[in-house]
């Protein structure tokens, strides 16, 4: 099951919360619906769940469901039905071509978080969080996300708005945004996953960047080892050390694949100490070519 298909999951689990959320969540899935007019609304999904859902929110707050029902849509066409459901968001029937959004159904945050829910139920869709953050209402009405915006930033979010042929996307394209939306429309536990997700992937690249680091000082002093091994083993062999450079030729002699931190615990002194001592050493030998 997809990432998008398990937060529509959660939300249609979520209990209806009084006539006031049903009836933003499903204006929401109203305006989001693939077809809205003065005549009919058509809500297409493939998404069992969320049709039966809808179905069940009409018959809470009509008394009355979808004239049609099919597999991956439901449709209500009876001009009675259609005529209460704009008296309940108080729409214009008469002569408007696009149905606007009332601003008036949602001036309390969480009318607008359930208004959302529908909207992401009816046209959303969440991409799954080990690739990417980012959730998206898709609507043909480009109107409809300039109007849902200003709502939206009330409420502390800032989505993105884009077109993709003839559908207007809002994306909430950040961890944070994406794990905030998700919170706001109802799927804590979808936002929950995110953040271990997110959290892991982090910590995953957080070892890497560690392992890639010490591989690379592996590397380093593997290399250093092989340039400086025949050098300090002539410079044993001249015997005109002081003590503490030849102690410290001695060990890089006899511990080759150390690191430079390693060599240093060994030899009980500091890293920097033991670099400087290394130079001296590296200088010595150039003296004697």
């Known amino acids: 099951m997809t990432f998008s298909a398990r937060v529509k999951n959660e939300l249609c689990k979520r209990p209806l919360e009084g006539a006031a959320a049903a009836a933003s969540e499903l204006y929401g899935v109203f305006m989001f619906a693939h077809t809205f007019t003065r005549d009919m609304c058509r809500v297409v999904s493939t998404h069992a769940p969320f049709l039966a859902r809808a179905e069940a929110v009409s018959r809470f707050l009509f008394d009355f469901g979808f004239c049609e029902r099919k597999q991956g849509s439901i449709c209500m066409h009876d001009p009675a039905k259609m005529d209460a459901v704009f008296a309940a968001f108080d729409l214009e029937r008469a002569r408007s071509r696009a149905l606007h959004l009332n601003h008036a159904v949602l001036q309390s945050a969480p009318a607008r978080g359930a208004f959302c829910r529908g909207a992401f139920l009816a046209g959303g869709f969440a991409a799954t969080p080990d690739r990417k953050y980012r959730v998206e209402l898709l609507t043909p009405r480009r109107y409809l996300t300039g109007e849902l915006l200003p709502l939206l930033r009330e409420d502390g979010f800032e989505p993105s708005l884009s077109l993709r042929g003839s559908v207007y ?121």
């Open 169 to 289: 996307a809002m994306m909430f394209a950040s961890s944070e945004g994406t794990e905030d939306f998700l919170t706001y429309i109802g799927a804590p536990v979808a936002a929950l996953e995110l953040m271990n997700t997110k959290a892991e992937k982090e910590l995953r690249n957080s070892v890497n960047r560690r392992v890639n680091c010490e591989s690379g000082n592996i590397a380093r002093s593997a290399a250093a080892a092989a340039r400086q091994l025949p050098m300090f083993e002539r410079l044993l062999a001249e015997g005109a050390l002081p003590p503490p450079l030849r102690e410290t030729a001695a060990a890089r002699v006899a511990r080759g694949e150390d690191t430079l931190s390693e060599l240093a615990r060994y030899l009980g002194i500091g890293r920097s100490a033991l670099q400087h001592r290394l130079r001296k050493l590296e200088e010595m030998y150039a003296a004697l070519r």
